[in-house]
């Protein structure tokens, strides 16, 4: 009897540290669980950049990159994605739409197509070629397309390439690069929708597509 007395003791006092660790150890569990739930955010301080490929045949190649601008408006500007959804701040200030207008500014070149990559025929972009281009603006939301029409080009020029080996450059094709300016309307579009660049030749038909997003 002496004996057993201890032992229950002993048995109630480590079911109390049992329970004590389980409560500690869930808290514990708790409070990592917390520290595991962020934010995504992604860093948009300056604009939305964008880039893509195009072809006109199989000898004529290019690729767009650009950038879609607005004074102020893209200072310091964060998509934040939490488990409520997905919030847009301009520095501190929380947005829903674009501004007014974006400025959208885009650099064309010539790039070798997929089946130029042993040397072979190639015809690079002339100023022909450009004038005859047609630049056409979307917002997109969902499948959803709506033509952009009241937009302005700005400007658009051509800077000349200046090639490697200078000592025959009288005998090779002269090459540019393309800077070319558009204003786009924006006014009251929401920030989810994406603002869609297509280039089309005479023909009507797509030679490169891509869209800026947030």
């Given at each position: 009897?002496?004996?057993f007395f201890p032992r229950v003791i002993c048995t109630v006092f480590a079911a109390g540290l049992l329970l ?173 929708d994406r603002l869609v660049l297509i280039i089309r030749a005479p023909d009507d038909r797509r030679v490169a597509r891509v869209a800026a997003r947030?």
């Open positions: 009897m002496g004996r004590i660790s389980g409560s500690n150890a869930g808290q514990e569990q708790q409070k990592r669980k917390k520290k595991t739930v962020r934010n995504d955010v992604l860093n948009f301080d300056g604009g939305i950049v964008f880039e893509t490929d195009g072809s006109l045949s199989e000898q004529t190649c290019f690729r767009v990159t650009g950038r879609v601008t607005a004074p102020e408006f893209f200072d310091k500007f964060e998509r934040i994605d939490t488990e409520q959804g997905t919030e847009y701040r301009s520095g501190q200030t929380i947005v829903k739409e674009f501004p007014e207008e974006v400025h959208v500014s885009f650099l064309v070149f010539d790039l070798p197509c997929a089946n130029q990559m042993q040397p072979g025929p190639r015809r690079y972009l002339t100023m022909d070629m450009m004038k005859s281009l047609r630049f056409q603006f979307y917002w997109k939301r969902g499948i959803d397309l709506r033509r952009i029409e009241n937009l302005k080009q700005v400007s658009a020029t051509a800077e000349p390439i200046e090639p490697y080996n200078t000592e025959i450059k009288e005998e090779l094709p002269k090459r540019f690069r393309w800077f070319i300016d558009f204003t786009v309307p924006s006014g009251g579009v929401p920030l989810t947030l």
